[in-house]
T-cell receptor, first 113, second 115 residues
């Protein structure tokens, strides 16, 4: 099976712009979660989607949003980018509602200048 | 609320020696516990998990972890460290089946294996 695919791998944006990141889960996995990793805050949960519905959301401002398509692929969007949004954004997929295992992608490294 | 503590930012060990990376957790219900490893500029690679059953869990690359409910710990161990084990290790927890479906991570422990 192919792993979790995140695109693009690297991205440089300017403050105030918006960005869309993509995640293709493992075939058959219906749950997709997003995490932000920064040196200061570590790994923080953004949101989780299951069958196109957002089931859980972390403590991030409304500038961070996401969605999931019928083929389980997910996108996250960050509007009005700030310097502090520079981070590694990780996507994780899992098979079922109750997760016994999460498979992470390699991440998208976002740099805001 | 769930939380994970990794008390050591850095662990150094000589190649061939046993290694331990510490993790303690806090959840309201039954914990699901995970260890992940991260190499530079990469995502997280799954090492092992504890869901239920035997307290000693064996995982990938010769790693194992012991679930200790009374001490709320889930320390990662390996009998003989390799230089290639040098990486950043994360412990994570989620609350059993009734909890929200997301992981809470520790701050990570950087393991350096010295040749």
């Amino acid at each position: 099976k192919a792993g979790v695919t995140q695109t693009p791998r690297y991205l440089i944006k300017t403050r105030g712009q918006q960005v869309t990141l993509s995640c293709s889960p493992i075939s058959g996995h219906r749950s997709v979660s997003w995490y932000q990793q920064t040196p200061g805050q570590g790994l923080q949960f953004l949101f989780e989607y299951f069958s196109e519905t957002q089931r859980n959301k972390g403590n991030f401002p409304g500038r961070f949003s996401g969605r999931q398509f019928s083929n389980s692929r997910s996108e996250m969007n960050v509007s009005t980018l700030e310097l502090g949004d520079s981070a590694l954004y990780l996507c994780a997929s899992s098979e079922a509602v109750f997760n016994y295992g999460y498979t992470f992608g390699s991440g998208t490294r976002l740099t805001v200048v | 609320a769930q939380s994970v503590a990794q008390p050591e930012d850095q662990v150094n060990v000589a190649e061939g020696n046993p290694l331990t990376v510490k993790c303690t957790y806090s959840v309201s219900g039954n914990p699901y516990l995970f260890w992940y490893v991260q190499y530079p500029n990469r995502g997280l690679q799954f090492l092992l998990k504890y869901i239920t059953g035997d307290n000693l869990v064996k995982g990938s690359y010769g790693f194992e972890a012991e679930f200790n409910k009374s001490q709320t710990s889930f320390h990662l161990k390996k009998p003989s460290a390799l230089v290639s084990d040098s990486a950043l290790y994360f412990c994570a927890v989620r609350e059993g089946q009734t909890g929200a479906n997301n992981l809470f991570f520790g701050t990570g422990t950087r393991l350096t294996v010295i040749p």
